[in-house]
Every structure is written in C-alpha cells, then in structure tokens.
C-alpha cells in the first residue's frame, strides 16, 4: 500500500518561504522514481485544485498563479518529493496535497486530481497579511 505523507505546512508572513516534504512509503525506489507527482492545494471554502507536476523525467508543470514563485523537485533515492515556495501571499493559504500517479500523465492531465491515484493527508499553509 503506497502511503504520501506531507510536512512542512506553517503560518508565515507574506513574503517569506517554507519548503514542503512528500515522503513516500511503501513503494520501491525504482516504482517511486516513474511516478509523476502533483501537489494540489485548497483554499478554504474553495475546491480543490493543481498547483504544480514533475513527472518522471523532472518535467515540471506549474499553475500560472505559482509560476517564478513555486519550485517542484524529487528525490527519487529518498523516495520524497519536494515543494519550495517563494513570495508567499495571502492567496496562498490552503491545505496542501501531494499525489502520486502510477502513469506518465499528458500535459492537460498534469494538474487534474481525477489522474492522480495516491494521495497525502495534507498539511496547512497560512501566510498572514
């Protein structure tokens, strides 16, 4: 069984930075390494939607909202996948996921939660004014 656990969620001034962790469990390092990874996030009183992809290869896919501000990568020797979030603002208060997929995902499947088959607990970001 193939287990995503988040951690780094904060409280944090407009501005500043915090680095988010996925780590997997579960899954070998040769499985792991071709998933593609997706990290979602949920505004309160809002859905649900993608932030950012890296796939196998390290493509990475971003959200315009998050472009020259978020910054994906992985690990694939420690099975963890990682967020790096710059210029936090306000608007980006969420409860944040990661995900995993068992497929190469296609560019338009890349932020969409229907593709994705394993899924975090998620951790709470909250960036103050």
């Known amino acids: 069984q193939v287990r995503l656990v988040e951690s780094g969620g904060d409280s944090v001034q407009a501005g500043g930075s915090l680095r988010l962790s996925c780590a997997a469990s579960?899954?070998?390092?040769?499985?792991?390494?071709?998933?593609?990874l997706g990290w979602f996030r949920q505004p309160p009183g809002k859905e649900r939607d993608g932030v950012v992809s890296?796939?196998?290869?390290?493509?990475?896919s971003y959200a315009d909202s998050v472009k020259g501000r978020f910054t994906v990568s992985r690990d694939n020797a420690k099975n963890t996948g990682y967020l790096e979030m710059n210029s936090l603002e306000p608007e980006d208060t969420a409860m944040y996921y990661c995900?995993?997929?068992?497929?190469?995902?296609?560019?338009?499947?890349?932020?969409?939660?229907?593709?994705?088959?394993?899924w975090g607990q998620g951790t709470q970001v909250t960036v103050s004014s």
């Open positions: 579960g899954v070998s390092g040769g499985t792991y390494s071709r998933f593609s």
């Open positions: 995900a995993a997929s068992i497929v190469t995902l296609s560019w338009w499947a890349r932020l969409r939660e229907s593709y994705y088959n394993y």
């Open positions: 890296i796939d196998s290869d390290g493509q990475a």
